[in-house]
């Protein structure tokens, strides 16, 4: 059973829809419907990527890096988000603490009520 939080494997597609690598996401929400689909974002290991007050960095002194399931200290790139279907994930390796999860779906919201 799938829930948000949860950190699972697929292979990511890039911007250009291309096939992407296999890289872990989160999985952000279920999407309202029919599908078992999920609103997701990716990780990604460049930290300098980050966006100060946007992105959230898990570094491996962080209460939940452990339970993340991640190998190295990461970023989770809030803007990077896809639809997938459950079906593309290989499986899940962990999750984020609740704190974690609740900022991030807030700052998602924030972001898309103050780009309109």
């Not at 974002?41 to 898990?58: H, P, V, W, Y």
Request: a positive charge; one cysteine or more; proline letters at 7%.
């Amino acid at each position: 059973m799938k829930k948000p939080g949860q950190v699972a494997l697929m292979s990511f597609p890039q911007v250009d829809l291309m096939p992407g690598k296999r890289r872990p996401v989160l999985l952000i929400a279920p999407v309202p419907g029919p599908y078992e689909d999920w609103l997701v974002c990716m990780f990604s290991t460049k930290l300098q990527q980050a966006l100060r007050g946007f992105d959230e960095i898990i570094n491996s002194n962080a209460s939940d890096f452990h339970s993340s399931g991640l190998k190295v200290p990461s970023v989770i790139r809030v803007a990077r988000l896809a639809v997938v279907s459950v079906d593309m994930f290989i499986g899940t390796i962990g999750e984020i603490s609740d704190e974690r999860l609740h900022r991030i779906q807030k700052t998602l919201a924030d972001w898309i009520q103050t780009a309109a």
